[in-house]
């Protein structure tokens, strides 16, 4: 049993700054995930990516929060951040932590609970 459990959202004034953190608890089992990152779904929008990061450090941002979010992982802890600067209320929403393990040719995808981060004007 492999879950992602988010922390980090809030309200905060347009500006300024959260720290988003996804910690994996699994049942003993040792593993590393090959890709984490994080996704975002606004009230009546799709859900799409914010940014992700591979195994090697491959990262890749949407170009809407290039600039402003950095993300990083501890991949001995199968934990992933992302700290969110220069907020804005576009990027209110709820953000997802997602995170891909590989065995072999088989994928399986995990999804955090979500967490809300809304940004005032």
């Known amino acids: 049993q492999v879950q992602l459990v988010e922390s980090g959202g809030g309200l905060v004034p347009a500006g300024g700054s959260l720290r988003l953190s996804c910690a994996t608890a699994s049942s003993g089992i040792t593993f590393s995930f090959s890709k984490m990152g994080w996704y975002r779904q606004a009230p009546g929008e799709q859900r799409e990516l914010v940014a992700a990061?591979?195994?090697?450090?491959?990262?890749n941002y949407r170009d809407s929060v290039k600039g402003r979010f950095t993300i990083s992982r501890d991949s001995a802890k199968n934990t992933v951040y992302l700290q969110m600067d220069s907020l804005k209320p576009e990027d209110t929403a709820v953000y997802y932590c997602n995170a891909e393990r590989r065995f072999g040719v088989t994928i399986t995808v995990y999804w955090g609970q979500g967490t809300q981060v809304t940004v005032s004007s």
């Open positions: 990061i591979g195994s090697g450090g491959t990262i």
